[in-house]
């Protein structure tokens, strides 16, 4: 399974994004496609992860409460929700698969694609 994230862009500090993280085909329902950013001169930092069914989201402390993740199956789409956007979200987005629920680790997720760069200004 390939993925690929889109939906980035230059957004002012207070506003919105919806990030996609389209695959090029379908995986088993119990897997699980993380979130991730990476700034410049920091570690990619995990944001949050969804069950390819749809279920169990969880999130990083850090943005819990401002993005929501969601999936459409039918679509092999998965959706980041970013609201109420900071200066120190500006990254680079990336997305990743896993069969592990439940792991923030970069190392426990694979496939990954080419990120999207989110710019928010303050």
């Known amino acids: 399974v390939q993925l690929q994230a889109s939906g980035g862009g230059l957004v002012q500090a207070g506003g919105s994004l919806r990030l996609s993280c389209a695959a090029s085909?379908?995986?088993?329902?119990?897997?699980?496609v993380g979130w991730f950013r990476q700034a410049p001169g920091k570690e990619r930092e995990f944001i949050s992860a969804i069950r390819w069914s749809g279920s169990s989201p969880y999130y990083a402390d850090s943005v819990k409460g401002r993005f929501t993740v969601s999936t459409d199956y039918a679509k092999s789409t998965v959706y980041l929700q970013m609201n109420s956007l900071k200066s120190e979200d500006t990254a680079v987005y990336y997305c990743?698969?896993?069969?592990?629920?439940?792991?923030?680790?970069?190392?426990?997720?694979?496939?990954w694609g080419q990120g999207t760069q989110v710019t928010v200004s303050s």
């Open positions: 990743a698969l896993s069969a592990a629920w439940g792991t923030k680790a970069p190392t426990s997720f694979g496939s």
């Open positions: 085909r379908r995986a088993f329902l119990t897997y699980v």
